[in-house]
């Protein structure tokens, strides 16, 4: 059964650092998602692309954010500057078409801790 | 954006029928209503889809009523393993995950 993988499962990093979290999409979906999970709360949605571009993103998307779909295959987050707050897990998620009969499938994601 | 209402949580037994309710009285004609489930550590699973009356897969059953505000999440004879939170989405444009139901069955 296809499926969408996340790397690194862990990252630890200081505050003030870059990261980049990467996510393998499944291969024929065409909408992709992140989200974000702090510990014990409820999934938040971060942005969402399609055709290359941002389709929408949430308040907590701000410019400390970006996405790239680098080539056909992978698909990024960057947080340019961590701080604390962006302590979570990411979770990324594939979709074939942005219909409500389509079901996203998500990743097993990434545990970010900003030290 | 149709927002839901559940319940924050709910206890049962193992063998026991749970039924999780879900309220989305501004639900649009075309949202149709999916439930998913997630286990800790690890991402949303989608479990059942509907848009009106009953639906039925080999995990749980989706009942609808006729004005669509509310949608029940039925899991038969449920195991300690369905330990979890079941969230109710409706969209047409997007995903956005609300609170969620923390079920937590007990032996």
């Known amino acids: 059964e296809p499926e969408v993988t996340q790397t690194p499962s862990h990252q630890v990093t200081q505050m003030g650092q870059e990261v980049i979290l990467r996510c393998v999409p499944i291969?024929?979906?065409?909408?992709f998602y992140w989200y974000r999970q702090i510990l014990g709360q409820k999934v938040e949605f971060l942005v969402s692309?399609?055709?290359?571009?941002?389709?929408?993103k949430s308040e907590i998307f701000d410019d400390q954010f970006s996405v790239e779909r680098p080539d056909g295959s992978n698909f990024t987050l960057k947080i340019r500057s961590t701080k604390l707050e962006d302590s979570a897990m990411y979770f990324c998620?594939?979709?074939?078409?942005?219909?409500?009969?389509?079901?996203?499938?998500f990743g097993p994601g990434t545990r970010l801790t900003v030290l | 954006l149709a927002k839901t209402t559940q319940p924050i949580s709910m206890d049962s037994y193992e063998g026991q029928e749970v039924n999780i309710t879900c309220s989305h009285n501004?639900?649009?004609?075309?949202?149709?209503i999916t439930w998913y489930q997630q286990f800790p550590s690890q991402g949303p699973r989608f479990i059942i889809q509907?848009?009106?009356t009953k639906v039925t897969n080999e995990v749980a059953s989706l009942f609808i009523p006729a004005d669509r505000k509310s949608s029940t999440l039925s899991l038969p004879r449920v195991s300690l393993s369905d330990t979890a939170v079941y969230y109710c989405?409706?969209?047409?444009?997007?995903?956005?995950f609300g609170a969620g139901t923390r079920l937590t069955v007990k032996p």
């Open positions: 998620a594939s979709r074939w078409r942005r219909t409500s009969v389509d079901e996203q499938f």
């Open positions: 291969s024929n979906h065409l909408y």
């Open positions: 692309f399609y055709n290359n571009e941002i389709s929408e």
């Open positions: 501004n639900i649009a004609t075309n949202d149709y």
């Open positions: 509907g848009y009106k």
């Open positions: 989405l409706v969209d047409f444009n997007d995903m956005r």
